[in-house]
C-alpha cells in the first residue's frame, strides 16, 4: 500500500510539471457514496487537458466499510460536450478496488480490477476555484452505481 501511495504522489507530482507547460491542470478532492450499499469514501485527485475537449483525470478514493477497510484507484478519460460555466462531460476508464474485511491491517487484502463510465459536470464558481458532480457505474464489486460531489482548483 505504502508503494502505491508513493507511486501516485510521484505520478501526480509528475504530471503537475507536465501539465504546467501543455495543459490545464485541475485538482479535486471531496466525498464519493456507493448508492446501492450506503457506503461513504473520500477521494482526491487532479485532471490534466491533453488535447482539446479531452483530459484524464486519476483519482483515488478511501472507502470507510463498517469492518476493515478498503480503496479506489480510477484513471478516468473524459469528453467535455459543453464549455463555459457549466461543463458537461463523458467519462470512461479502468478502476482497481483493494478490499480487507477483517477487522485492522490483518486479513486478506482482495483485488478487483474493472471499468467505469459514467458522467458528470464541473461548475465553475470563480476564475480558479469550482465544483464537481459525477455519476458512474463501476464493473467490479456488482456494478455498484457511484456518486461523486467535490471541490475543484485550476492551478493554472
Known amino acids: 500500500m505504502k508503494k502505491l501511495i508513493i507511486i501516485l504522489c510521484f505520478s501526480f507530482f509528475a504530471a503537475g510539471l507536465f501539465a504546467q507547460e501543455q495543459g490545464e491542470i485541475r485538482l479535486m478532492a471531496g466525498g464519493?457514496?456507493?448508492?446501492?450499499?450506503?457506503?461513504?469514501?473520500t477521494f482526491v485527485g487532479a485532471e490534466y487537458f491533453?488535447?482539446?475537449?479531452?483530459s484524464l483525470a486519476p483519482t483515488?478514493?478511501?472507502w470507510f466499510p463498517e469492518v476493515g477497510n478498503s480503496f479506489?484507484?480510477?484513471?478516468?478519460l473524459r469528453y467535455y460536450l459543453t464549455?463555459?460555466?457549466?461543463?458537461?462531460?463523458?467519462l470512461a476508464g479502468y478502476s482497481n478496488y483493494w478490499i480487507n474485511l477483517q477487522p485492522g491491517n490483518p486479513g486478506v487484502n482482495q483485488t478487483r480490477a474493472g471499468a467505469n463510465f459514467g458522467a458528470g459536470a464541473f461548475i465553475r464558481a470563480?476564475?480558479?476555484?469550482?465544483f464537481i458532480t459525477e455519476f458512474k457505474m463501476q464493473s467490479q464489486n456488482s456494478r455498484w452505481p457511484v456518486l461523486r460531489v467535490g471541490a475543484?482548483?485550476?492551478?493554472n
Do not use: M
Open 32 to 41: 464519493d457514496y456507493r448508492l446501492t450499499i450506503k457506503e461513504v469514501g
Open 50 to 54: 491533453f488535447a482539446d475537449k479531452f
Open 60 to 62: 483515488f478514493t478511501v
Open 72 to 76: 479506489n484507484l480510477n484513471a478516468d
Open 83 to 90: 464549455e463555459g460555466i457549466s461543463q458537461v462531460y463523458l
Open 126 to 130: 470563480t476564475e480558479q476555484f469550482g
Open 152 to 155: 475543484v482548483l485550476r492551478l
